[in-house]
């Protein structure tokens, strides 16, 4: 290694939105990088989408609708959206720990954009969201899942899922902010998720349920986020439930990407 | 620019605590200010406004010329951070620490590299480069914690307490690296729970105590304001050891302590012409002198006249005392 002095590079007075977006960039990289060197992040990524396939495959398969092969094709678009929100609490955990630890101070130290390490923390976990729906899929193919639609169809499906996912991890974010530590945000998450996630159409048809909890599962965006996952997965109506959705993770974003904005400038 | 910080009367306060209450701190281009001062005392506080992390409720304060609040990015670009708060990714390779940091601050791909691989040489990590820093010692971690604050080539150095819970040998080594950097130009300000840090590194010292500045100046005018100098007698004859201190508290005027293990008895002198007289009343009291010297007190002593307690700086304390505020 040389160890010439390098020349200070000269930098601008004020920052330019290039220069926020270039800062974005930099530290999509470094949360991307931190992907590959955390084993527990990876494993946990991969192996919880295996695990949960396995068992409500097997457990719930013949007893809710008569053989494992036909709750696959039912329950896979709804473990896809549990895997894929059930990983935007790593968003808040991540974020937490870096103001904890003190890895945001150093960036609040340096001359860069302010809102840069939130948006690389949140771009860089789309990368994540998309390792769990690839998994996911994958192994649910090896169970016997079949894509009825066609690979476009499939396509828009992922996609749809990494947009809800962009919604949600602001919630995520948010409760990263509030809360003092890692523990702490699990706690919090699974809190918030877990009503949400079960409290759906995302395993089971919902016309066994009580009436009061059928009136939850019709305004819950999962039940939205799931019909329009089976619809372009394994065929059926697709526009009203995806528009739906949409519009809730529209909704989930004006209202929890500016709180969570807030409680950063606060927090930091 | 013969001052790379001036802050005066900086205040701050969380909810109904007064953190900081009015403090001026002033260090020279080029040299080292050391700020001391107990559990509690504001220093961090003080240290994180002047690295515009907070802002401050009243005073001013200019590092490199630019106002801390109104040019925060301007003295961002000057400044480097290091200590128990600005820290390094535990996720990321030692060397990609150093590469982020380039690339933050808008260096090229390869310029990046190559200025982490020098600073990583420099420091003695070329070897632990590709490792994950949570694999990293206490003191790797503090040699890249530093090499981090100096990727942009900054001007002025914070160092908050940089060898707190590192072995004598790596705390030897991080006071090298600091006396180079001030060799090469930067102001560092650094704070310390050791005084004999701030005594062998720091040109100037400021001693906080609740918030307010209670002494400045350098190590020897501190040393000469407070107290001066201390007589230390031993007796032979350990029994004599009341004898002693009697004679030196009528004389001096000031309360002796005494060493139970070596038999010592110490007192702070104000004036050398007493020391004669002293000799002569133990004379007359039939003690025999083992020891009688007379030295320069120590910062920790000074450091003790100023604030009555010996207690370390908590640097957590601060950071809780921000969050509970909310």
Known sequence: MTTATLPAPARPRRLAPVTGLRNTFTLTWRSVLKI???????????????????????????????????????????????TVVFATMGTGLMLNQDITGGVFDRFRSLPIARWAP????????????????????????????????????????????????????????????????????????????????????????????????????????????????RGLLTGGGVATPAIRALLWALGIFVVFAPLAVRAYRRRT | MTNAIEASGLVKR??????????????????????????????????????????????????????????AHQVRESIGLTGQYASVDDGLSGINNLIMIGRLLGESRASARARAGELLERFGLTDAAQRA????????????????????????????????????????????MIRGLVADGVTVLLTT???????????????????????????????????????????ADPAHRDRVFAVLAARTGATPATETETGMVRVPVADPVVLPVIIRDLDAAGVVLAEFSLRKASLDEVFFALTGTRAPDDPTQTRELERSAR
């Open chain 2, 133 to 176: 820093v949570k694999t990293y010692s206490g003191g790797m971690r503090r040699r890249l914690d530093l090499a981090a604050s100096l990727v942009g080539h900054p001007r002025v150095l914070y160092l908050d307490e940089p060898t707190t819970g590192l072995d004598p040998r790596s705390r030897t080594d991080v006071w090298g």
């Open chain 1, 118 to 229: 939130l948006a690389g923390a949140v771009l860089g976990d789309m990368v994540r969201y998309l390792i769990s729906v690839a998994v996911t899929l994958g192994f649910g193919m090896i169970l016997g899942f079949r894509v009825s639609t066609g690979v476009l169809p499939a396509l828009a499906a992922t996609a749809l899922l990494l947009t809800f996912a962009l919604a949600m991890c602001w919630v995520s974010a948010l409760i990263g902010m509030l809360v003092k530590s890692p523990q702490g945000v699990q706690m919090y998450g699974f809190l918030a998720m877990f009503p949400l996630v079960f409290g759906s159409n995302l395993l089971v048809p919902s016309g066994t349920m009580p009436g009061w909890l059928q009136a939850f599962v019709r305004v819950n965006p999962m039940t939205y986020l799931t019909s329009a996952e």
């Open chain 2, 193 to 235: 729970q050791y005084l004999d840090e701030a005594d062998q590194l720091a040109n100037d010292i400021t001693v906080i105590d609740h918030g307010r500045v209670i002494a400045a100046g350098t190590p020897d005018q501190l040393k000469n304001a407070t107290g001066g100098q201390v007589l230390e007698v031993s007796p």
């Open chain 1, 36 to 82: 590959r060197t955390n084993m527990e992040d990876l494993v946990g990524l991969s192996l919880q989408p295996i695990m949960f396939l396995l068992l409500f495959t097997y457990v719930f398969g013949g007893a809710i609708s008569g053989s494992t092969h036909a709750y696959l094709q039912l329950a896979l678009p709804g473990l896809l959206v549990m």
């Open chain 2, 14 to 71: 969380f909810g109904k605590t007064t953190a900081l209450d009015g403090v001026d701190l002033v260090a020279r281009t080029g040299t080292v200010l050391g700020v001391l001062g107990p559990n509690g005392a504001g220093k961090t506080t003080a240290v994180r406004i002047l690295a515009t992390l907070l802002q401050p409720d009243g005073g001013q304060a200019r590092v490199c010329g630019y106002d801390v609040v109104r040019q």
